[in-house]
C-alpha cells in the first residue's frame, strides 16, 4: 500500500463511504468522518436517528473507503459494527474526546459505531 494512503489513514478526516443498498442493491455513498484510534479506522456518528448506511453495511459488510482531499483512493474494505459493550464504550470514549463532547453514555445507546479493516492493510501498517 501507498505510504501517502497509510498516513491518510493514520489520522482522521472526512471521506465517502460506499454501501450496498439492502434492498436496491444500488451503491449508496455517503460523506462520514472516520476516527484513526489504536491503529484501527472507524466510523461513528451523533446520537439520536438511525443511519441508511448502517443499515446497508448490517445487510452486506462490503464497502468501498474514499479517501479524497490531499490524498485520492477507492479503497476495497469489510465494516463490522461494534456492539459488545466494553468495545464499544473504549472506542466510543476516544470517539467522544475527538468531538469535544460529554455523552458517552447517550453516544453508547444512540450512536452508530463501525470499525472498517481496509483491504491489505493490518492497524500495525495503519499506525505508520
Same mark, same amino acid.
Given at each position: 500500500?501507498?505510504?501517502?494512503?497509510?498516513?491518510?489513514?493514520?489520522?482522521?478526516?472526512?471521506?465517502?463511504?460506499?454501501?450496498?443498498?439492502?434492498?436496491?442493491?444500488?451503491? &449508496?455513498?455517503? /460523506?462520514? %468522518?472516520?476516527?484513526?484510534?489504536?491503529?484501527?479506522?472507524?466510523?461513528?456518528? $451523533?446520537? =439520536?436517528? @438511525?443511519?441508511?448506511?448502517?443499515?446497508?453495511?448490517?445487510?452486506?459488510?462490503?464497502?468501498?473507503?474514499?479517501?479524497?482531499?490531499?490524498?485520492?483512493?477507492?479503497?476495497?474494505?469489510?465494516?463490522?459494527?461494534?456492539?459488545?459493550?466494553?468495545?464499544?464504550? &473504549?472506542?466510543? /470514549?476516544? %470517539?467522544?474526546?475527538?468531538?469535544?463532547?460529554?455523552?458517552?453514555?447517550?453516544? $453508547?445507546? =444512540?450512536? @452508530?459505531?463501525?470499525?472498517?479493516?481496509?483491504?491489505?492493510?493490518?492497524?500495525?501498517?495503519?499506525?505508520?
Amino acid at each position: 500500500m501507498d505510504e501517502r494512503i497509510r498516513r491518510a489513514l493514520s489520522r482522521g478526516h472526512t471521506i465517502d463511504l460506499t454501501t450496498t443498498g439492502r434492498r436496491s442493491g444500488v451503491p &449508496r455513498r455517503v /460523506e462520514l %468522518v472516520f476516527h484513526a484510534i489504536d491503529g484501527g479506522v472507524y466510523i461513528s456518528g $451523533m446520537p =439520536g436517528f @438511525p443511519r441508511d448506511w448502517l443499515a446497508n453495511i448490517r445487510a452486506n459488510a462490503s464497502v468501498t473507503f474514499h479517501l479524497k482531499g490531499p490524498v485520492e483512493a477507492d479503497l476495497p474494505a469489510t465494516a463490522r459494527e461494534i456492539t459488545e459493550p466494553t468495545e464499544r464504550r &473504549r472506542i466510543m /470514549e476516544q %470517539v467522544a474526546r475527538n468531538w469535544g463532547r460529554r455523552d458517552v453514555a447517550r453516544m $453508547m445507546t =444512540g450512536s @452508530p459505531l463501525i470499525q472498517v479493516a481496509i483491504d491489505g492493510l493490518t492497524e500495525s501498517t495503519a499506525r505508520t
